[in-house]
């Protein structure tokens, strides 16, 4: 049975940092693209980052480069995402998601709310 289970949300300040997990089972993670999304009510899902299988090359979106951090232990099975000095604009629900050819598996979502 295929499982993402992300953790490590919740309330900060801003300008303050959180780390975010997603631990998987049940498929052979290391072959996977991790990606982390996040959404916001009203608004579309959207791509804050991911990593590849091989090599373990690193893309982030516009609004969180030079902030967040993303990266995975293959031996853990678990991908991270370093979040610092973080916003109010950065509030969502962030997931994570797996993705291999055809094959894309989701997380049931972290919420983190940045407010003073």
């Known amino acids: 049975q295929v499982q993402l289970v992300e953790s490590g949300g919740g309330l900060v300040q801003p300008g303050g940092s959180l780390r975010l997990s997603c631990a998987a089972s049940g498929f052979t993670f290391r072959n996977f693209r991790m990606s982390w999304y996040r959404q916001v009510p009203g608004k579309e899902r959207e791509l804050v980052a991911f990593i590849t299988s091989i090599g373990g090359t690193t893309t982030y979106a516009a609004s969180v480069k030079g902030r967040f951090t993303i990266s995975r232990d293959n031996a853990k099975n678990t991908v991270y995402l370093q979040m610092n000095s973080l916003k109010p604009e950065d509030t969502a629900v962030y997931y994570c998601?797996?993705?291999?050819?055809?094959?894309?598996?989701w997380g049931q979502g972290t919420q983190v709310t940045v407010s003073s």
């Open positions: 998601k797996a993705t291999f050819a055809h094959l894309a598996y």
